[in-house]
């Protein structure tokens, strides 16, 4: 790969983006780069940054701008990332896209997916949705009856989350379109966005996506 292939995808909560960038970090052999992920990767291996976002996670407060940063700088460092990473749930905020343009220079974002999916249809998904305490496996209410509430790949308790409960689910996806709609217009003002319909099956969203890599001579 000529240069390294940055992604940004973004989408409402349930939208499928986990699905996709798994996908996607195979095809591109590129790692999934999930917030989430490298903070308690970062929490796990107790190294000075990790504790100081331990302590904020401890005391209820939201890791600030500035700490995510540096953990996504240290993420992009690893070896792994030589030829680029997806971005899965960040950035969040107009400041974290300002930040990471900062961040990466001439190896900046080449692309901004956002998967657009109808609030029915996410809310649907995220209400069906169980995750196993344990490993993160990610389940739908469907397959949680077939395997009895235990994870079929560690043996974990498989839970519904309260933030996947009508009234969270409600407040997180108004939370995200009002911090998303400046995100938006910041990659289309760049010419680096492109929304795909998520609604679509899992197939069809990922030969969408490669479509457009490759339109856009990325891969």
Not at 171 to 197: M, N
């Amino acid at each position: 790969m000529a240069a390294r292939l940055n992604l940004v995808v973004l989408g409402k909560q349930g939208a499928g983006k986990g699905t996709q960038c798994k996908r996607l970090a195979e095809t591109y052999a590129i790692p999934h780069v999930s917030t989430g992920d490298i903070l308690r990767a970062a929490v796990k291996a107790g190294s000075p940054l990790g504790r100081e976002v331990a302590s904020v996670m401890d005391s209820g407060a939201l890791v600030s701008d500035e700490l995510v940063i540096q953990l996504v700088d240290e993420r992009f460092k690893e070896p792994d990332a030589k030829n680029g990473a997806l971005l899965d749930g960040f950035p969040r905020t107009l400041a974290q896209a300002e930040a990471l343009e900062a961040l990466l220079g001439e190896d900046g974002i080449k692309l901004c997916i956002n998967l657009d999916v109808p609030i029915e249809l996410v809310t649907r998904r995220l209400s069906a949705r169980r995750v196993c305490q344990e490993c993160g496996a990610i389940y739908s209410d469907s397959d949680v009856e077939a395997i009895s509430g235990t994870c079929a790949n560690c043996g974990g308790d498989v839970i519904q989350r309260n933030d996947d409960k009508p009234d969270a689910i409600r407040k997180r996806l108004e939370s995200y379109e009002r911090d998303t709609e400046p995100l938006l217009a910041f990659y289309e003002k760049r010419g680096l966005l492109v929304t795909v319909d998520g609604a679509e099956s899992p197939d069809d969203v990922t030969a969408a996506i490669k479509a457009v890599v490759a339109q856009r001579g990325l891969a």
